[in-house]
């Protein structure tokens, strides 16, 4: 029995939308393949487990992005990589360019529409089923991925002939952000604690007087389950805000133990929920255990939950043998995929999750990456 469940195989028929990355080489159409899932190796050593963990973030990086790909594919790619190390490359010229410096530069990208504001300048953000997949889907979600790979505030934008910066998106996603207009603000939530810190106080564009810690009392409240990738985008931007209000000397009262208690509480969730046979996180994210089969599923879950958890866990708690296991699941599942295209949103997710989890234990963290004080 044991061994029909460590090795079986689906039939995986997907159409992706947006252009997923496909592996070197490749083409950006999925077609009907036969994947062959199984069990990670076990690990023999932490040394193993470095090994694998970089062998899986080399594969995605080897993927190539174009010129031609979405927005939603190529701001997803520059998350997982990196503003230095994401880059273009353009079939016709034959030549590869800086992501960040192609868009900045005024590059076209299919989906992209930055657009000036009374207050700053904003990046299109919709719903719309014919651009799923394609433009920015959530509020403030662009900038704020930039803002984890630490992305200046006075860098520059060319945005129909006229120069911004970074600081006009910034200005104005703290003018729109409010807790009464039914915004999501798990991205902005990032960029106005980044920039602005823990403390901050302003009115906002609605004249409403808001602090930050408003913010992070309206997205602790708001529930989980049905916010966007299983409320993994949620947890994380308050959790960044939360590790930034410690980094500088915060106190654990009011907000911020209640966050405090929300991080711990999500934390033994993921842990409860792990699976028993190839220990994966749940397809299910926090709402209980999940075993879809689909590795393209397996992926997402994965590593959205991975890319928060290591934020979020300590360091002594990055080196648990749960957490070791479900990051070794991760990469088995990224190296399995090797070989076919993975949606975007999933793989760079994964990948970002696998980067922060690898300077973290095996590296040297970023300066500007908030991160949970040493101990428990």
């Keep these: ?92 010229a034959g030549t590869k360019v800086n992501a960040i410096d192609y868009i900045c530069d005024g590059g076209e990208v299919r989906g992209l529409q930055f657009l000036p504001t009374p207050h700053g300048l904003d990046v299109m953000t919709t719903t719309m089923p014919s651009l799923e997949g394609v433009a920015q889907g959530h509020q403030d979600q662009f900038i704020a991925e930039m803002a984890q790979w630490g992305m200046p505030s006075t860098r520059r934008f060319k945005v129909a002939g006229k120069d911004f910066t970074f600081d006009d998106f910034i200005r104005h996603s703290t003018m729109r952000a409010s807790v009464t207009k039914n915004q999501e603000l798990s991205w902005a939530i990032i960029i106005i604690s980044q920039f602005h810190g823990t403390d901050y106080a302003w009115t906002n564009s609605h004249g409403e007087k808001l602090r930050l810690e408003d913010i992070v009392r309206f997205e602790i409240n708001a529930p989980t389950d049905p916010a966007a990738c299983g409320g993994t985008h949620r947890l ?29 509480e999500y934390k033994e969730l993921a842990k409860k929920y792990q699976s028993r046979v190839d220990r994966s996180l749940s397809t299910e994210y926090f709402k209980g255990p999940g075993k879809n089969p689909d590795p393209q599923v397996r992926i997402s879950t994965t590593g959205h939950i991975v890319e928060w958890l290591a934020l979020a866990l300590t360091d002594e708690e990055l080196r648990e043998p749960w957490m070791q296991e479900a990051v070794n699941a991760l990469v088995q599942m990224m190296l399995e995929m090797k070989a076919e295209p993975i949606e975007s949103g999933a793989l760079y997710h994964a990948v970002h ?9 095996f590296g040297t963290p970023a300066p500007y990456l908030p991160l949970p004080p040493r101990g428990k």
Excluded at 24 to 41: A, C
Excluded at 244 to 264: P, Q
Excluded at 353 to 361: A, F, H, I, M, P
């Design 1 to 92: 029995m044991r061994r029909l469940l460590s090795i079986f195989v689906i039939v995986l028929t997907l159409s992706i939308v947006g252009c997923p990355p496909a592996p070197k080489g490749g083409t950006d159409k999925k077609d009907s393949v036969q994947v062959l899932v199984q069990p990670p190796p076990k690990l023999d050593s932490v040394e193993h487990l470095r090994t694998r963990v970089k062998a899986a973030i080399e594969q995605v990086h080897a993927r190539d992005l174009y010129t031609t790909n979405a927005f939603w594919t190529v701001f997803h790619g520059i998350l997982g990589m990196g503003l230095e190390k994401a880059t273009l490359k353009d079939l016709k």
């Design 236 to 264: 994380f931007g308050f959790t960044w805000a939360y590790h930034l209000h410690m980094k500088k000397g915060g106190s654990k009262i009011g907000v911020w133990a209640d966050t405090a208690a929300k991080i711990e």
């Design 353 to 361: 999750g696998l980067q922060l989890y690898y300077d973290r234990v």
